[in-house]
């Protein structure tokens, strides 16, 4: 599997407009992640190739920064806020709510390959405690109870 | 709308931020042609310094003295640009204030950095924004090129003479991102480990050149200060310190929001703003600013929160950003939470914060299960006299993650021990478990 000729030219691109080869690999690796869902080793080695930096040195952002996934996730990532604001709302009972509905934990994909769980800090959206962010371009979901968490595993936002 | 509102009256209820052409209307660039045309770089640094703009990011250093140390052209080694960054990482417990400021008015806070950066000899300006505010990443680019468009951005700006480029860095997640030499280390490609200082950023700072970080909101004064005068902006506050403040209120609350009001409004002033106190309805106690900040109880609802009471009432301003128990609520669950979060965002380079951290995480979460034992109590106090300290560690992510413990252990210590001695949490056996 190798990256598209967009993906390639968004990353050669990205090296002008963030200063330099080493300030645009986390640009390179956050783009193969929204086109893929995630950042495979091909396509990590194939971008580090891109920008003239080691595998390596590649690995060590990757790895570094929690958003970027180093593994599959499922189609849609719930990212539940497990901040204190949330918290003091009732965000542990729709945690559990969640948790039993689709019978994973955090950390973990469906078996169906349609969700993918994780805990998230403070997402700015305390003031719709308790809030997750949910979907490829993580919009904001809030206040959740157990009963309304069809809300964030619905179609409304992929 | 009670007092003057500079930085969010502008904003619309649906956070939809205005093109250029309505910005314009609503006197916005008018800052930029007067500060760019009529001032010297020093003279809008001067400006800001009369204003007494504390930084907003959690601090409270004096922009205006941090800026001072930025080299004029010609006195920096080597060649190169200095730079100004914005710090948009947000994501302190309970903080959700730079958000609005991103999303809603993005021309406010370009206006500001263009002024900011002209003060501090900066040309170019990084605004790096967390993933997980996409609008704010979305909105914040398009106003760019649009101010790049109109020639606020660019070569030659108004014909001053003065060039800046400005774009956005996205970042991909992790708290000690916004840190800011660990935000220098994420821009330069790299972990986001603190650097040691000095040097300093001024000295030494992304790509080694001179460069300022500053917080969103503080970034977001500037276009005001500079359009309406020091003097203007240090009358918006009831206190010496500048300017109005972007609250936040939430938690244990009715309705929590964002409340832009002056610096030095109380905290009961806010609470009844935001609805009053949810639950019970009875106020136990507050953090002033994010999860770092130390907690004050009802005594200290009424004292005026700006950097210098708060401290002296020995807790911290922080981001402004409260967050509210009632009776109902737990102080050392709260505090098992942000100890849980301060370690799974710690960088892990020094012992205490790594290693310290998951430890303390293991005693309050047994505390919370009604497993402790009176020895952990301790434990929890020899880590907070150990590690707590400003300048323990390299960076001050461990001192935060102990303020909100050392207070609540000084000020709750008795339901601390309560949690041992009858083997739960007694408020969670009283009330139920943590909903309001
Ligand atoms: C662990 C840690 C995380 C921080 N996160 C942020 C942040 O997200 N946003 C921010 O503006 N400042 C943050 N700061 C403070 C910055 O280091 C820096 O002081 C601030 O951006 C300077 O801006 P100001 O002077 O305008 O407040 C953080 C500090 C620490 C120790
Ligand atoms: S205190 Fe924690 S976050 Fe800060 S440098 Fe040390 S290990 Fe990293
Ligand atoms: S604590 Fe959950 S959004 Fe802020």
Redesign the interface.
């Not at chain 1, 570094?64 to 970027?68: A, C, D, R, T, V």
């Not at chain 1, 497990?82 to 604001?85: F, I, L, P, V």
């Not at chain 1, 918290?87 to 009732?90: A, C, E, Q």
């Given at each position: 599997m190798s990256l598209s000729k967009k993906l390639r030219s968004a990353i050669t691109e990205a090296m002008e407009?963030?200063?330099g080869?080493?300030?645009?690999?986390?640009?390179s690796?956050?783009m193969i992640q929204q086109e893929h869902g995630w950042v495979c080793d091909a396509h990590l080695e194939e971008a580090a190739a891109l920008l003239g930096?080691t595998t390596a040195?590649m690995e060590?952002?990757a790895t570094?920064?929690?958003?970027?996934f180093r593994q599959p996730v499922g189609e849609k990532v719930i990212?539940l806020c497990?901040?204190?604001?949330c918290?003091?709302?009732?965000a542990?009972?729709v945690r559990d709510a969640v948790m039993k509905r689709l019978g994973i934990g955090f950390g973990q994909t469906t078996p169906d390959g349609k969700y993918t769980l994780i805990n998230?800090?403070?997402?700015?959206?305390?003031?719709?405690?308790p809030a997750g962010?949910i979907g490829r371009?993580?919009?904001l979901v809030g206040p959740l109870t157990p009963d309304t968490i069809d809300q964030i595993l619905g179609e409304d936002a992929k | 709308m009670s007092a003057e509102q500079p930085l969010t009256g502008r904003a619309r209820p649906d956070r939809r931020p205005h093109t250029l052409k309505e910005w314009r209307k609503l006197g916005g660039y008018d800052a930029v042609e007067r500060g760019l045309k009529t001032m010297t770089p020093e003279e809008v640094l001067d400006t800001v310094a009369a204003a007494n703009l504390n930084g907003r990011g959690g601090a409270g250093f004096p922009a205006a003295t941090k800026w001072r140390f930025m080299p004029k052209p010609g006195d920096a080694p080597g060649d190169g640009p200095s730079y100004f960054i914005v710090n948009g990482d947000e994501m302190e417990p309970g903080a959700f204030k730079d958000r609005i400021l991103l999303e809603a008015v993005p021309h406010q806070l370009i206006e500001g950095a263009i002024l900011a950066a002209y003060a501090t000899y900066s040309s170019e300006i990084i605004v790096l924004i967390r993933d997980a505010y996409r609008d704010a990443i979305a909105n914040m680019t398009r106003a760019i090129a649009e101010a790049e468009k109109a020639g606020y951005l660019g070569k030659n700006v108004l014909g001053s003479g003065f060039d800046v480029k400005m774009w956005v860095h996205p970042s991909a997640g992790r708290y000690i991102v916004g840190e800011e030499t660990a935000l220098i280390e994420a821009l330069e490609g790299k972990r986001a480990v603190p650097r040691k200082r000095p040097p300093f950023p001024a000295q030494s700072g992304l790509w080694g050149r001179p460069t300022t970080v500053n917080n969103v909101e503080t970034v977001s004064c500037v276009s005001h200060i500079v359009g309406n005068g020091a003097q203007w902006f240090r009358a918006l506050s009831r206190t010496e310190e500048g300017g109005t403040k972007v609250f936040g209120v939430s938690g244990r609350v009715n309705k929590p929001q964002i409340i832009e009001a002056p610096m030095g409004t109380t905290a009961a002033e806010l609470i009844e703003r935001a609805g009053g106190v949810s639950g019970t309805g009875v106020l136990r106690c507050f953090q002033p600013g994010g999860g770092a900040s130390g907690f004050l109880e009802p005594a200290e609802a009424d004292i005026p929160l700006d950097f210098g009471h708060v401290a002296k009432a020995g807790s911290m301003f922080g981001t402004g950003t409260m967050i509210v128990l009632d009776e109902s609520a737990c102080p050392v669950g709260v505090i098992a939470r942000h100890i849980a979060f301060y370690a799974r965002e710690s960088c892990g380079w020094c012992t205490p914060c790594r290693d310290g951290l998951p430890w303390v995480a293991q005693i309050m979460a047994r505390l919370e299960r009604g497993e402790g034992r009176m020895e952990d109590l301790q434990v929890l106090r020899d880590t907070v006299e150990i590690a707590g300290p400003r300048g323990r560690t390299f960076c001050d992510l461990m001192g935060g993650a102990m303020s909100p413990l050392g207070t609540g252990l000084a000020r709750f210590g008795d339901l601390f021990e309560a949690h041992v001695r009858e083997g739960c949490c007694p408020i969670a056996r009283d009330y139920g478990r943590a909903v309001a």
């Open positions: 407009h963030h200063g080869p080493r300030a645009a690999m986390l640009e690796l956050r930096v040195e060590d952002v570094f920064y929690s958003l970027i990212l497990d901040g204190a604001s918290y003091l709302n009732g542990e009972d998230i800090c403070c997402v700015g959206g305390c003031d719709h405690a962010v371009n993580r919009k | -």
